[in-house]
C-alpha cells in the first residue's frame, strides 16, 4: 500500500537548522494536500504547516518566519527547512498527505512513522 517515509531528523543546536523530506512511495494514487505536524511529550499532536497542490501554504503561529514547507509534485515529496531552531521545538515531526486511490474517488489521510527532532546545547 501507500507508504510516506520521512528523514533527515536529528540532534541540532539552538539556532541551528534541518531539512526534513518525506515521499510518498509506490504508485495508482493522486495526492491533494500534504503537510507536517509535530508531537512534544506530554502534549497533543499539533499542526506545523500545509500546502495545497499548487503550492499555497499555511503555518502555525509557531513556527512563522522561521520554517517553510514546500513540495516537488512530480515526486510525490514534501518538504520542511527548519531555520533558527529552539529547544521548544523538540518533538517527533510526522508528515501527512490528503490522497485518493486511482482505483477509488474517496480521499483519505495518510501518516508517517515520524522522525525525532532534537534541539539541545
Known amino acids: 500500500q501507500v507508504q510516506l517515509v520521512e528523514s533527515g531528523g536529528g540532534l541540532v543546536q539552538p539556532g541551528g537548522s534541518l531539512r526534513l523530506s518525506c515521499a510518498a512511495s509506490?504508485?495508482?494514487?493522486?495526492?491533494?494536500?500534504m503537510g507536517w505536524y509535530r508531537q512534544a511529550p506530554g502534549k497533543e499532536r499539533e499542526l506545523v504547516a500545509t500546502i495545497n497542490p499548487i503550492g499555497s501554504a499555511n503555518y502555525a503561529d509557531s513556527v512563522k518566519g522561521r520554517f517553510t514547507i514546500s513540495r516537488d509534485n512530480a515526486q510525490n515529496t514534501v518538504y520542511l527547512q527548519m531555520d533558527s531552531l529552539k529547544p521548544e521545538d523538540t518533538a517527533v515531526y510526522y508528515c501527512?498527505?490528503?490522497?485518493?486511490?486511482?482505483?477509488?474517488?474517496?480521499?483519505?489521510?495518510?501518516w508517517g512513522q515520524g522522525t525525532q527532532v532534537t534541539v539541545s546545547s
Open positions: 501527512n498527505a490528503y490522497l485518493r486511490l486511482n482505483s477509488g474517488s474517496v480521499y483519505s489521510y495518510y
Open positions: 509506490g504508485s495508482g494514487f493522486r495526492i491533494n494536500a
